[in-house]
């Protein structure tokens, strides 16, 4: 693999993410101890260091056991968790976005790491209820303590990770380097804002979900089962034909739907960087094979026009020829402007 700097830092991570939610049988499904360092150890030999986690997956056994499959080389591996969603039930301070949730969760992720350092720290996702000072200097707190080297943002609203990242510049405190939203070509919807942000700030962008929950595989349209039920979105009419429209390019290629699906997001931006999962090390295997794919340009652009989303206001309003014509004293200036 190779190897990207996560956003405005200086850290070099492997262009494929490993997600590690599958770690665990906890939640009735996921892969057992045995399978799980087998899925870690092919990534390891790929060349992959970047590993993705969080307190809540299997109820802390991902965690886990990723710091006893690291333990033998901590320093070589960048390892990503995160803290928001609750540890136990109960008690509000063990879940949300707070100084003392934050304190208590990387404590405990941690301690279940084996480790004296989180490399990259996730907010897991808004709780709308924290200030935002109080979060950006919580986590700085815990960047001066060496705890945790640098930070990052899930599932978030652009205009909130804005306000924090400028805050923080303003303060001289530590910033979001990295973005973690869904996005894939059947969820397009980061495109009107959160992607745009995160350029705009220099911020790596993690996506998950990269294959729609494996609808982009193609498998419910074989009609095998899986965990999604019939009445999700990533099975409706226009995921089925987003999902053959992938087939058929996959085919067309020589390379896997999974490859093609994984490969597109890479193709959004030099600081994409999906995140892949497995229960078996076969799936694995697959996905790392989309670092080699090479689109020609009538399919990508062929995918981008089928899957493509409405940006809505403001966005489309001011693409109007007429809107541009006011606003930049013409068509013609506008386009020079452009170039």
């Given amino acids: 693999m190779n190897y990207k700097l996560l956003g405005r830092s200086g850290l070099r991570v492997s262009e494929l993410c490993l997600g590690t939610m599958g770690f665990g049988k906890e939640w009735n499904w996921g892969a057992d101890y045995d399978t799980s360092k087998q899925i870690f150890e092919l990534y390891a030999n790929a060349g992959g260091n970047f590993l993705d986690t969080a307190n809540r997956y299997t109820e802390g056994t991902s ?4 710091g006893e499959f690291i333990a033998s080389n901590r320093d070589h591996f960048v390892v990503a968790t995160k803290y928001s969603l609750r540890d136990g039930t109960g008690d509000p301070n063990f879940a949300g976005n707070s100084r003392k949730n934050m304190m208590r969760s990387v404590e405990g992720s941690l301690k ?6 989180i490399d990259l720290f996730w907010v897991h996702a ?6 935002v000072d109080e979060v950006m200097r919580g986590l700085d707190d815990l960047v001066s303590q060496g705890k945790v080297h640098y930070i990052g943002i899930s599932d978030t609203p652009a205009w909130i990770v804005s306000q924090a990242n400028t805050l ?3 303060r001289g405190w530590a910033r979001f380097v990295a973005l973690q939203v869904e996005y894939s070509l ?4 980061p495109e009107r804002d959160l992607l745009p942000m995160a ?9 998950w979900a990269p294959l729609a929950g494996g609808a982009l595989t193609g498998k419910y349209l074989r009609g095998e089962k899986g965990r999604l039920p019939e009445a999700s979105a990533r099975r409706a009419e226009y995921a089925n034909r987003v999902a ?4 058929d390019a996959a085919e067309d290629l020589g390379v896997s739907p999974a490859q093609l699906a994984i490969r597109w997001t890479m193709e959004q931006g030099k600081m994409v960087i999906p995140i892949v999962g497995a229960t078996k090390p076969a799936q694995l295997e697959d996905c790392l094979g989309a670092v080699n794919v090479e689109f020609t340009e009538e399919i990508l ?4 026009e089928l899957s493509q989303i409405e940006l809505g206001f403001p966005h489309d309003f001011l693409r109007q020829p007429g809107v541009i014509d006011v606003l930049y004293g013409g068509a013609e200036t506008y386009e020079k402007i452009q170039r």
């Fill in 63 to 66: 965690e886990k056991w990723l």
């Fill in 168 to 170: 923080a510049e303003l």
């Fill in 126 to 131: 808004w709780d709308g209820l924290t200030p």
């Fill in 301 to 304: 652009a062929s995918l981008n």
């Fill in 244 to 247: 053959q429209a992938v087939v």
């Fill in 186 to 189: 059947l969820q397009r919807t």
């Fill in 112 to 117: 279940r790491l084996g480790t004296d350092f």
């Fill in 199 to 207: 350029n705009a700030f220099g911020m790596a962008v993690t996506p």
